[in-house]
């Protein structure tokens, strides 16, 4: 999933709080500020749970221009 929110001390937190008040389980997160104030966040997520609700959700957060589910990529470990 791909958030793109305006920059405050908070935002991430109230995301994060979003998503587990929603039930889903945070396995990765990705975090950068760019040069317009703008964050933006990627974030693996797991759960049994539509993810429809979730999305309608962090829309409604303060700051928040966009959400996007973006299709998983597997990771391969190579020994």
Do not use: H, K, Y
């Not at 908070?10 to 317009?36: H, M, P, Q, Y």
């Not at 797991?46 to 962090?58: A, G, K, N, T």
């Amino acid at each position: 999933m791909r958030v793109i929110a305006c920059f405050n001390d908070t935002a991430l937190l109230r995301l994060l709080g979003v998503v587990r008040r929603r039930g889903f389980c945070v396995r990765s997160v990705e975090a950068n500020v760019d040069g317009t104030g703008r964050m933006n966040v990627s974030l693996a997520l797991e759960s049994d749970r539509p993810v429809d609700v979730l999305i309608r959700q962090i829309g409604r957060l303060i700051g928040v221009e966009d959400v996007r589910v973006e299709p998983a990529v597997a990771s391969v470990a190579v020994a």
